[in-house]
């Protein structure tokens, strides 16, 4: 494989585009508009399922995936600059962007593994790359007519510049992008009702619609139960063993944790003007710490390494419980849980070099997975919690509010037991997975 001019873009592209038009899909979707309101719910549920898709593939090739990716991503934004002047425009920028920023960081690293392989490691310009991110982050505080000029302008360039210093678009394999299995296999047809219930919860938080919330509820909690029952038959045929399943879907439920609860918790109890000090930084501190640190504690740790993660990111979910140490929390959540990303990482690559499109895809789909099941089962805890206290879904509605009135008794006891139930519940799985892990290791 020819080796790349400049990995620099590409690298602020995978590790910004999940979160950053996140961030902005979502300040749209609270001026109540139904087109703002679904353009969020389409960049989400694309995001969150995208991966899905290509697990359906019988074969699937890393520089034409990146190549597609890139291409999508840089209509998505180009629409998007549209969607200054003609609002429906935001409904297919959303989309395309969705399904970028789920395909393109798995193509990414499996072009940077097969790089390393071949050793041509792909270069990254430090400054470059600090430069391309300050952008990104003046763009999303630009003033509210400007912004999505600004955030979008920003991301075409940095994929017209992906595209050519990265050569993303040369030397391409003269073979398609991929090669489907049968078009409606079990597994596509169990992703799409996946879609359909994400997109649904979603909607109906943000349009405030009871019934297609509780569809939403019902409809997992149905297919939930049945993939529990199929639980012990399907994990015969699961190709990675138990605890590298175990861990990879734990990093979801933490990913899900941290960002999702994290952000209503600290809406509904501080007001939203608190989530850029208290969830959004912390979370950018412990993802760059571990970042600059993880190889040095690798390195100290070895066969320690993995225990430690898990008993740090306990320490971080207990910190959780008080109020006035949630920035610490999150910093210690989003540190552990990214060094636990590393690792496993290296555990899926190094396990089946010559597999890295599969073994790429199998760690972001179970990843996904535990975020997906988190998800659910949170909306349903709060859910069953409203209906045990006689009070009305607009309580929940509301923790997606900007305003004070967020901050009610009413609301403040809500989340109370919501907080307790997350914390329990997250400690109980990261206890098993620490179980699973050691048990692994004494077989050896």
């Known amino acids: 494989m ?9 690298l602020i592209i995978s ?11 979502l300040s749209l979707s609270k001026e109540q ?20 898709f290509l697990q359906t593939l019988t074969a699937l090739f890393a520089p034409s995936l990146l190549a597609a990716s890139v291409l999508i991503g840089g209509a998505g934004a180009l629409v998007g600059i549209l969607s200054t002047w003609w609002s429906v425009a935001l409904l297919p920028a959303a989309g395309l962007l969705g399904i970028s920023a789920s395909w393109l960081p798995p193509a990414d690293l499996m072009v940077r593994q097969k790089a390393k392989l071949t050793e041509q490691p792909l270069k990254n310009d430090w400054k470059e790359a600090l430069f391309y991110l300050l952008v990104l ?16 302008g920003s991301y075409f360039a940095l994929f017209v510049l992906a595209a050519k210093s ?6 391409l394999p003269k073979r398609p992008l991929m090669q489907r299995n049968q078009l409606f296999n079990k597994q596509f047809l169990l992703y799409f009702f996946f879609f359909l219930l994400l997109f649904g919860l979603r909607s109906a938080r943000l349009i405030k619609s009871n019934a297609l919330f509780e569809w939403a509820i019902t409809g997992f909690l149905f297919l939930f139960a049945l993939l529990l029952i199929t639980l012990t038959k399907r994990s015969r045929s699961w190709e990675q063993p138990l605890h590298l399943n175990v861990l990879t879907f734990i990093r979801g439920v933490i990913g899900n944790f941290l960002f999702l609860f994290g952000s ?21 501190l412990g993802l760059f710490g571990a970042m600059f640190l993880g190889g040095k504690l690798a390195h100290r740790l070895e066969k320690q390494l993995v225990p430690t993660y898990l008993l740090g990111l306990m320490a971080g979910v207990l910190l959780f419980s008080s109020d006035t140490l949630i920035p610490i929390s999150l910093f210690v959540i989003s540190f552990f849980n990214a060094g636990l990303n590393q690792w496993l990482t290296k555990q899926y690559l190094t396990a089946k070099p010559g597999a890295i499109e ?28 409203l209906r045990f206290e006689h009070q009305p879904l607009a309580f929940l509605f509301q923790l997606s509010g900007t305003t004070a009135t967020n901050q009610t008794s009413r609301i403040q006891s809500f989340l109370e037991p919501a907080k307790w139930g997350s914390i329990a519940g997250v400690l109980c799985l990261l206890v098993g997975g620490l179980v699973v892990f050691r048990r692994n290791r004494k077989e050896k």
Do not use: C, E, W
């Open 2 to 10: 020819k080796a790349f001019k400049s990995h620099t873009a590409l």
């Open 15 to 25: 590790n910004t585009i999940t979160i950053i038009p996140y961030l902005y899909f």
């Open 33 to 52: 508009s139904l087109s703002a309101a679904l353009a969020f719910a389409l960049f989400y549920t694309f995001r969150m399922t995208g991966i899905f």
């Open 137 to 152: 982050l003046f763009a999303l505080r630009l003033p509210d007519d400007l912004q999505g000029v600004g955030l979008f």
């Open 166 to 171: 990265s050569q993303t678009f040369n030397n």
């Open 264 to 284: 209503v918790y600290v809406t509904g109890r501080l007001g939203a003007q608190a989530l850029s000090t208290h969830v959004y930084l912390p979370y950018a």
């Open 358 to 385: 599969q073994q790429s895809l199998a760690k972001y789909a179970t990843q996904s997975k535990g975020s997906l099941v988190h998800q659910f089962l949170l909306m349903t805890l709060l859910f069953v919690i």
